[in-house]
């Protein structure tokens, strides 16, 4: 019998309901739209998606972030 395709769909319910971010590899208790701090700044940057997927284009845009960030004068991670 075929196992069943999992979704990001399914990935992002899986997340909000042990309450943590839903961006991939985060643990972190999330703060706004089911995103912790850090991420929610990229979701808005575009880095990643709102189902916590990355973008095509994320390395490019990730220079460009860091940019920003550096800028701003705010610690990078």
């Known amino acids: 019998m075929a196992e069943p395709k999992k979704t ?10 042990i309450g943590a ?3 991939k590899g985060c643990k972190t208790k999330p703060s706004r739209f089911s995103f912790c701090e850090e991420h929610y700044d990229q979701y808005k940057f575009g880095l990643i998606r709102k189902t916590g997927e990355l973008v095509p284009d994320h390395e490019k845009k990730l220079e460009h ?13």
Do not use: M
């Open 8 to 17: 990001a769909a399914k990935d992002v319910e899986t997340a909000v309901a």
């Open 21 to 23: 971010c839903v961006a």
């Open 65 to 77: 972030y860091l940019s920003f960030k550096q800028k701003r004068g705010q610690r990078v991670a």
